[in-house]
């Protein structure tokens, strides 16, 4: 049949330049643009907001791979109302700018074929029938293109975190590449703990858009006009910037196990998991150096132990040999197990700090 020698990929994108989809149904209508600097997309229509890029290049990826079942019609004057394309059920558009590039327009399913559509496309003349699939890939509501991500921040150049919670307190790298601590410099900072700290703010994710524009008014409901805890993280923003880059993430109150979150640089108010809010650090104590102890075994002199209401005080030579002191006796067994007790003992670390 002359359709078998006939090319059946549905769409080929890479023979199209682009860089906004925009898609439309009697029902739902998005847009989105993209950004080849960034190499990220986000959502124009119907709001401003930052979309899921691997999403969006997913389902372009799959679009990709749709096959035409087969070739109805190829008059391009035929009349387009028998298959639904008069007022398609689904346009999608393919821009470059506002100039639309290419189109694929999607009507109604075939007698006896629910599994299939009819389609159009404004770059080759004639009907063709498709797997509905295609409707199913990209005529979904504009909120699951969202990126979940809260916080996108490079963690390996973060200059600055500021945190607003049971302490306000300023955490920054210093030029060792180590981080201080604000107002407490005498508190050190754990490195593993804030690099900890940074993967956890960065990998917050909502679970579901609370509401879309939220105003100054709405801000009590959600217990965000005086937020539960805040977090700020700033870092270099790239050549030619005066001014450091900044997110800053607000949680309000929780309903049940999920919290209200809000970014300051955003309209909307988001759901996230109650348990991920409470494991990010609270108060100073939350970051400080893990170290309880730090000295070598040579550098002991003396060690007293006390035991089931019995203290024995035990003496260390400069040469490494151990005695009882005065009024205290025993049997030393075994001196190489005392100096790797000490040694344990000298590089002594808590897990997690919980209290102070």
């Known amino acids: 049949r002359p359709g078998d020698w006939r090319d059946p990929a549905l769409l080929k994108l890479s023979e199209v330049r682009f860089d906004r989809l925009h898609l439309r149904t009697a029902a739902r209508e998005y847009e989105v643009q993209h950004d080849p600097v960034r190499r990220s997309w986000r959502l124009v229509r119907p709001r401003p907001a930052r979309a899921d890029a691997g999403r969006i290049e997913q389902m372009l990826a799959e679009l990709q791979t749709v096959q035409v079942t087969q070739f109805a019609e190829d008059f391009p004057t035929a009349d387009l109302e028998p298959y639904g394309l008069q007022a398609p059920e689904v346009t999608l558009a393919f821009r470059q700018g506002t100039n639309a590039v290419l189109t694929l327009e999607l009507g109604r399913s075939p007698t006896n074929a629910a599994e299939h559509l ?59 590449g180590g981080w201080g601590m604000e107002p407490a410099p005498e508190m050190p900072v754990d490195s593993a703990l804030m690099q900890e700290f940074l993967k956890q703010l960065r990998s917050l994710r909502m679970t579901e858009v609370a509401k879309e524009l939220v105003t100054d008014l709405d801000l009590p409901t959600y217990g965000l006009a005086q937020p539960f805890r805040q977090y700020t993280v700033a870092w270099p923003a790239g050549p030619g910037a005066t001014n450091p880059a900044s997110l800053r993430l607000d949680f309000g109150t929780n309903r049940q196990d999920l919290v209200y979150a809000r970014r300051a640089d955003e309209s909307a108010v988001y759901l996230v998991r109650l348990a991920d809010a409470l494991a990010l650090p609270r108060a100073r104590y939350d970051l400080r150096d893990r170290r309880i102890w730090s000295f070598t075994t040579n550098q002991v002199q003396a060690v007293s132990i006390t035991y089931q209401g019995s203290t024995r005080r035990l003496l260390r030579s400069p040469a490494g040999e151990w005695g009882f002191a005065p009024g205290s006796q025993g049997i030393m067994a075994n001196t190489f197990a005392l100096e790797e007790a000490l040694f344990r003992f000298g590089q002594l670390r808590a897990h997690f700090w919980i209290d102070q």
């Open 118 to 176: 009819y389609a159009r496309r404004s770059s080759l003349p004639g009907i063709v029938i498709v797997p509905r699939q295609v409707r199913d890939l990209v005529a979904v509501p504009y909120t699951e293109l969202l990126d979940y991500q809260l916080l996108d921040f490079p963690v390996e150049t973060a200059q600055s975190v500021e945190v607003c919670a049971d302490e306000k307190f300023t955490l920054r790298r210093q030029p060792t």
